[in-house]
């Protein structure tokens, strides 16, 4: 038997690997490794995030994650609880996790800090320090890239003394050339700020503060909503494979735009897929595609496992793994979950003005935001719309012509010249009802 | 859907071949309960419209009290709530695409979608949610006009369409799947594969990959064929179904004597059963059914009657109804 070489090559990790993601998403991913840390280190876990009691952060202090990002450096800093030293010899510089390694809940396959430090740079500068010990690491791309061994040289440095002061700091300088003309083309510290706002919704000011270049992210939460009594989100959920599996479809409360419209889909509460109005959550072939009338519609698929690499999202956080069996799973009952809101929504606009259509745009006007938390804590069950009850007509309109010899001759009976004809109807009326049918 | 309701079209109770099909479904529950599916407990949810005859006999002859009819023409509901034989049916005045996703997951139902038009996308939209939701051991059923479709029907699909110049035919007919079912059809069919002999066999091929497709998303589950029924009252029609139905349900349907009936289909590749109905008088039925159920070769002696006939009659006459005039 001969054998063909099938060897690693660093070059692969450095140039290739690197181009499937964007900038923006590789700085996502360091902000990824922060908040796993701030989980491990608290034993925090994600249903308690999303759908634990407390609304306003699970801890009371806050982690702390601040990120640079200018034409000379990109730097990530957390005051998260930092990499033990034992997790820095075996894993985390290793590329995809060993199966009996404990993961985070964000990093499933190990690549994403590798990822986005070489594609960022060619220099990297690691600090991190839990409250007993600490570890650093400074590394030249291209030197590293000439040496045959998969070896990077690590110094021990000493703890930060309290858990509080724990943490890590990456900064990647020298940076390659297509990253910095996308930096200096302008634009890309906004980006981090809206994609981190749009997919942390779970973690910030839950359990982590983020800045990015000084400014302080705010979550965008999705916008679910209900109204009492009128309109009841649709709410599902099962268990698969180790995935815990949570949905709610509903009308959006206050401003509604195309732009937030669609399915939000969290895995371990991060969102990977927001505001999709294509076909990964079934529009224009499961049910009907998007349009602008559809716009108050919101659903949310939230996908959560210990094992992170048992979610259906991709490499690089952004997109979802079509094959996944519990996303096909998902994907029907999200169907089955969108429809009923959809008829909802047309029938707001019928060819022929209905009272009907009315009191739709009125439910819809009267939806008001709803916590995913509270949406999901009740019993499985599909969208409804309770039209409010009819009211019983009480008045009439009386209108018919009159002579005008006639009105006149009323009006000199009653010796009231300036009598107006309704005015007279009704004097007449009354004068009948007086008069004749006493009860 | 068609233009005009069906309950001002059809007398629902007047429909004999309707009514075998109806009477064979009881028999299969009735097969099935025997072999443990507590079908007395299932929920049934279907159109009961103003006649509610597939109500009354899971009422009375399968002793179901969940009863759900889904009515979705405004104008109908009075005459619907009037015309409600028991107080245990509950009427719901929404579509079958709003009724379905609120079905409980904690019992187990019997979804009977029975629509009087051409299959379209929103009938194979809640066949999948139906499929999608529904829990293990329900059974779900699917009934379709397999005419060609009409001008009315045709008019989603091309607006521009003038009846008074062309008239449908396979080209159109074929254009009126490919728009509502495109996905479900298999690839390369041709125009001639869409003509009026070939109808049923497209809705077939259209239903079981709705049934079996939608089945997927379930893991450890499937949805295994029970029903597969043609029928002509006037239009000729398409009922298929099945149960969704992880190991302990296929066990369980192994275990049931529905195997021994003419009707049973436990895949969509055989032949559909077809009901046909021998124009009989009264004094034929008493004759033959002194002798059923008869031998294969055996042939009445004082009229003459054809073979096929025979043998027809042999598989439907349990379930055939006899309708007489009552004075109101």
């Not at chain 1, 599996?245 to 959006?252: D, E, F, G, H, P």
């Not at chain 1, 009125?362 to 409804?384: C, H, L, Q, T």
């Not at chain 1, 006149?408 to 007279?424: F, M």
Request: neutral net charge; proline residues 4%; contains cysteine.
């Amino acid at each position: 038997m001969k054998y063909a070489s099938a060897s690693v090559r660093k070059q692969f990790f450095i140039e290739m690997f690197t181009r499937d993601i964007s900038l923006e998403d590789c700085v996502l991913d360091l902000i990824d490794n922060s908040i796993d840390s701030y989980l491990q280190q608290r034993a925090i876990s994600i249903s308690e995030l999303i759908f634990g009691a407390v609304r306003n952060g699970v801890t009371k202090d806050l982690g702390r994650i601040d990120v640079t990002c200018n034409e000379r450096q990109i730097k990530v800093v957390d005051t998260c609880g930092g990499i033990t030293r034992r997790r820095a010899m075996e894993d985390v510089f290793c590329f995809g996790h060993d199966a009996d390694h404990l993961v985070g809940k964000l990093g499933a396959y190990g690549v994403g800090m590798k990822r986005a430090l070489f594609k960022i740079g060619n220099k990297f500068h690691i600090v991190s320090r839990t409250a007993t010990e600490g570890f650093e690491v400074t590394l030249k791309l291209d030197e590293w890239a000439e040496e045959k061994d998969w070896l990077i040289p690590i110094k021990f440095v000493d703890g930060a003394e309290t858990s509080k002061k724990a943490g890590t700091s990456i900064t990647i300088t020298e940076l390659h050339e297509e990253v910095g003309l996308r930096l200096r083309e302008g634009g890309v510290p906004k980006n981090i700020l809206n994609d981190a706002a749009t997919t942390y919704p779970y973690f910030l000011d839950r359990c982590t503060k983020l800045t990015i270049n000084d400014t302080e992210v705010s979550p965008r939460e999705i916008p679910l909503g209900e109204s009492q009594g009128r309109v009841k989100a649709a709410r599902d959920k099962f268990d698969q494979n180790g995935v815990k599996v949570t949905l709610a479809a509903s009308v959006a409360p206050g401003q509604r735009t195309t732009e937030q419209a669609g399915w939000y889909i969290l895995c371990n509460g991060r969102v990977v897929v927001d505001a999709d109005k294509t076909d990964l959550t079934g529009w224009g072939s499961e049910f009907a595609s998007f349009q602008p009338k559809y716009r108050s519609f919101v659903g949310l698929a939230s996908f959560e496992s210990d094992d992170p690499l048992r979610l259906p999202w991709t490499t690089t956080k952004r997109d979802i793994n079509r094959e996944s069996g519990v996303f096909i799973h998902a994907r029907a009952l999200m169907a089955t979950m969108s429809k009923p809101i959809l008829t909802f929504l047309n029938s707001q606009y019928p060819s022929d003005a209905s009272t009907e259509a009315g009191d739709i745009r009125d439910a819809v006007e009267g939806v008001r935001a709803v916590s995913f938390k509270d949406i999901a804590s009740k019993p499985i069950s599909g969208f409804s719309y309770s039209p409010p009850k009819k009211k019983e007509k009480k008045t009439e309109w009386v209108r018919f012509n009159a002579q005008i010899a006639s009105l006149d001759k009323v009006r000199r009976h009653v010796r009231r010249p300036g009598l107006s004809a309704s005015e007279i109807g009704k004097l007449t009326f009354d004068h009948y009802l007086k008069t004749e049918c006493a009860d | 859907m068609s233009a005009e309701s069906s309950s001002y079209r059809v007398q629902y109770d007047l429909r004999p071949s309707k009514q075998v099909e109806r009477r064979m479904i009881i028999d299969a529950l009735q097969r099935l309960a025997a072999a443990g599916f507590p079908v007395a407990d299932y929920q049934y949810t279907g159109f009961g419209s103003i006649y509610f005859v597939d109500f009354i006999m899971f009422h009375k002859l399968l002793g179901m009290n969940r009863l759900v009819s889904l009515e979705q023409t405004p104008s109908l509901e009075r005459r619907v709530s009037f015309n409600r034989p028991f107080s245990c049916i509950d009427i719901r005045m929404v579509p079958a695409s709003s009724a379905i996703p609120d079905l409980s997951r904690d019992v187990q139902h019997i979804v009977w979608l029975d629509y009087d038009g051409v299959l379209n996308k929103s009938m194979l939209s809640d066949i999948q949610s139906a499929v999608t939701t529904l829990s293990p051991g329900s059974i779900l059923l699917v009934t379709v006009d397999v005419e060609p479709p009409e001008d009315h029907d045709y008019s989603d699909v091309d607006p521009d369409f003038d009846s008074s110049k062309t008239r449908m035919g396979p080209t159109e007919w074929k254009k009126y799947f490919e728009h509502h079912a495109s996905v479900y059809l298999e690839l390369g069919l041709t125009d001639s594969d869409f003509a009026k002999s070939r109808l049923v066999e497209r809705s077939t091929e259209i239903l079981t990959a709705a049934f079996l497709r939608s089945a997927v998303s379930r893991p450890g589950l499937d949805f295994m064929p029970l029903f597969n029924f043609v029928y002509k009252d006037s239009h000729q029609m398409l009922s298929m179904g099945g149960m969704v139905a992880g190991a302990t349900e296929k066990r369980q349907i192994r275990g049931s004597t529905i195997a021994d009936t003419a009707y049973y289909r436990s895949d969509f590749e055989s032949l559909p059963f077809q009901i046909r109905i021998p124009r009989l008088t009264r004094k034929e039925r008493v004759y033959l059914d002194r002798e059923m159920p008869c031998e294969d070769q055996w042939m009445p002696k004082e009229f003459d009657l054809d073979s096929k006939a025979v043998m027809e009659y042999r598989e439907i006459y349990r379930f055939l109804p006899a309708f007489a005039e009552i004075l109101l």
